[in-house]
């Protein structure tokens, strides 16, 4: 089940790694910020990671000690 928690995590959290490049993209300028495309990848793809793992993990947590 881990397996397809993680899975499910990825698509999940997935989408919003293309949100994430965007709102780098047109509101960092807002507060005079510039990070390049590579730049904006780079940290939508830690923040991403992170999520995943934060997302199965607490999945995994819930299931396990039955929580709702």
Do not use: C
């Not at 780098?24 to 807002?30: A, C, G, L, N, T």
């Not at 991403?48 to 709702?68: C, D, E, G, H, P």
């Amino acid at each position: 089940e881990m397996k397809r928690d993680l899975v499910h995590s990825i698509i999940d959290v997935g989408s919003g790694f293309l949100i994430a490049i965007l709102i780098q993209m047109y509101i960092f300028p807002m507060f005079g910020l510039y990070p390049d495309i590579y730049d904006s990848i780079g940290i939508a793809l830690i923040f991403t990671v992170i999520s995943v793992i934060r997302s199965a993990s607490w999945r995994w947590i819930f299931r396990n000690l039955n929580i709702f």
